[in-house]
C-alpha cells in the first residue's frame, strides 16, 4: 500500500450484506514495525475532500504533534443511504453500527498493526455521521476511546444512548456546535434546529461525568466551519 497516500480497499459486510469502500490513509512514516492508533471516519470521503484531512495530517507529523495514527474512511453511497444509515430511524442504523464494530474493526486490526484496544480507536463525523460515532460509541463503549462529533444531529434516542453508558470513564467526547445551527435544512427538507438539542447533550455529557470538550463557534452547519477546527479535533483525541 501506499504511504502518505489515501488507498482504496473494499471491504463485504455481512451485516449490511453489500461491499462496504474504505478510504485508508497511512503516514509517510508508516511502519509494520509500530503500532498505530486508529481513527474510523463517517463520511469519510469529505473529510478527506473537504476536510483536507491528508494535508493536515502531513503538518501534524511533520510537527511531530500525534501519534502514529491510520485514518479509515467510510464514504456514503448516496444521500438517500446515508440517512438509512445514520439517522438513529434509519432502517440500516443498527447493521452500520454493527459493522463499524464487529466487521470494520476486527478488519483493520488484522491487516495493520494497531494496538486493537479501546483507547487506541476513535470515531470522528459530521451532522449525522457524528450522530452514528457517537452512538457506536456508546453501544461499544470498550472499543472506541474518544469520539468526535462536528455539530451532530441530536434526538432522544441520541440522548437516550448517551445516558445508557455505564462508566463515562470508557470514552472521551469532543462536540462543538455553530450558534447559526438554529435552522439547519436537511436532506428531507424540513428545518432542524441543531444547536439546543446539541446544548442539552452537552448538559448530559456533563451531569454523566464523561471527560469532555465543547465549544460553540460562530458558524453554521458547513464544512466551512467544520475545516478550521478539524486541528484541534485531531490533536484532542490524538495529540502527544
Same mark, same amino acid.
Given at each position: ?7 482504496? @480497499? ?7 450484506? #453489500? #461491499?462496504?469502500?474504505? @478510504? +485508508?490513509? @497511512?503516514?509517510? *512514516?508508516? %511502519? ?9 471516519? !463517517? =463520511? ?8 483536507? /484531512? ?8 511533520? #510537527?511531530?504533534? $500525534?501519534?502514529?495514527? $491510520? ?8 444521500? !438517500?443511504?446515508?440517512?438509512? /444509515?445514520?439517522?438513529? &430511524?434509519? =432502517? ?16 483493520? =486490526?488484522? +491487516? ?14 459530521? !451532522? ?14 470498550? %472499543? ?6 462536528? %455539530? ?10 448517551? #445516558?445508557?453508558? !455505564?462508566?463515562?470513564?470508557?470514552? &472521551? ?18 428545518? =432542524?434546529?441543531?444547536?439546543?438539542? *446539541? ?12 471527560? %469532555?470538550?465543547?465549544?460553540?463557534? &460562530? ?14 479535533? $485531531? ?6
Amino acid at each position: 500500500m501506499k504511504k502518505g497516500r489515501i488507498n482504496e @480497499l473494499t471491504l463485504h459486510s455481512e451485516a449490511l450484506g #453489500e #461491499e462496504m469502500e474504505l @478510504l +485508508v490513509y @497511512l503516514p509517510e *512514516n508508516y %511502519s509494520d514495525l509500530y503500532k498505530h492508533s486508529v481513527l474510523i471516519a !463517517s =463520511d469519510g470521503k469529505d473529510y478527506f475532500q473537504y476536510g483536507r /484531512m491528508t494535508r493536515l495530517l502531513e503538518k501534524l507529523y511533520e #510537527e511531530d504533534a $500525534i501519534e502514529r495514527l $491510520i485514518v479509515v474512511g467510510v464514504p456514503y453511497k448516496s444521500v !438517500s443511504e446515508r440517512r438509512r /444509515m445514520y439517522h438513529p &430511524d434509519g =432502517d440500516r442504523n443498527r447493521d452500520y453500527i454493527r459493522f463499524i464494530a464487529h466487521e470494520l474493526v476486527p478488519y483493520i =486490526d488484522s +491487516v495493520f498493526p494497531t494496538y486493537q484496544m479501546g483507547a487506541g480507536r476513535g470515531l470522528i463525523g459530521d !451532522s449525522l455521521a457524528a450522530t452514528v460515532s457517537l452512538m457506536t460509541a456508546c453501544k461499544y463503549p470498550n %472499543s472506541f476511546g474518544k469520539v468526535v462529533c462536528h %455539530s451532530p444531529y441530536a434526538d432522544n434516542q441520541v440522548m437516550a444512548a448517551v #445516558e445508557s453508558v !455505564s462508566d463515562p470513564a470508557a470514552f &472521551d467526547i469532543y462536540q462543538v456546535i455553530g450558534t447559526g445551527e438554529t435552522e439547519v435544512p436537511t436532506t428531507t427538507g424540513e428545518i =432542524d434546529d441543531f444547536l439546543n438539542p *446539541n446544548r442539552k447533550l452537552r448538559n448530559l455529557i456533563e451531569k454523566k461525568g464523561f471527560s %469532555s470538550f465543547y465549544e460553540e463557534f &460562530d458558524g453554521k452547519h458547513t464544512w466551512k466551519y467544520w475545516q478550521r477546527d478539524l486541528e484541534r479535533a $485531531i490533536r484532542f483525541a490524538f495529540g502527544k
